[in-house]
């Protein structure tokens, strides 16, 4: 029998929120002091710590589920948005360059977090899973950390390279994804710590083993 989750639909569901922020957010350029880098930046890692939750309290076969569900209503969001905005407007209508700005690239953004969901947040859930069994259980902080550096790493340099290709100049391309991957690992530390306490309570709710 299928046990039944108490707190799994809830992040399942913050989990898709954060994921739909990001490609909403790609293409909003940001300054953090003397750097620039895209709003998704600051957005990203709270997905992968949600993602290594998930992975860590309900197992890698449960959080590939996710991650697929994740893609499938990705995908379903970027091309009904991008087949609204085509349709016929009223001539007096003044805002369809501004939807064509901020959603008109929807199904390119979709196509490259697909590519870098596959090979990074696949990745990143496997090694939290498979380092859990490795450790018995312990030190999800380090393992959470390690996974996510690496599946973040992957996951920027697929995106960035898909996303920004062709749309500014390749040396800028190169500085925001290094600015982003930076940030992320700045970000990583100080994220681990409300995840670890996030994945030790939902243990404790659901009734699984508690060792983080």
Known sequence: MQPQYKCLTVLTMLYMTVKLMTIMLIYKIITLGPFAATASTLIMPLWFFLGDVIAEVYGYKVSRHVIWMALLCQFIFAFVCFGMIQLDSPPNWAYQTSYDQVFGK?????????????????????????????????????RSLGATTIGEAIFTIIAYLTEFLGIVPFSTLIQLMTNSFVVKLL?????????????????????VESRV
Not at 114 to 132: D, E, H, P, Q, V
Not at 187 to 207: C, D, F, H
């Open 187 to 207: 970000l990583g530390p100080i994220l681990v710590i409300p995840a670890s306490i996030l994945a030790r309570l939902i243990k404790r709710i659901e009734g």
């Open 106 to 142: 929807l199904p390119r953004v979709a196509i490259a977090s697909f590519l870098a969901i596959t090979f990074g947040a696949f990745l990143n859930a496997y090694m939290i899973s498979k380092w859990k069994v490795l450790l018995k259980g312990k030190y999800f902080w380090l």
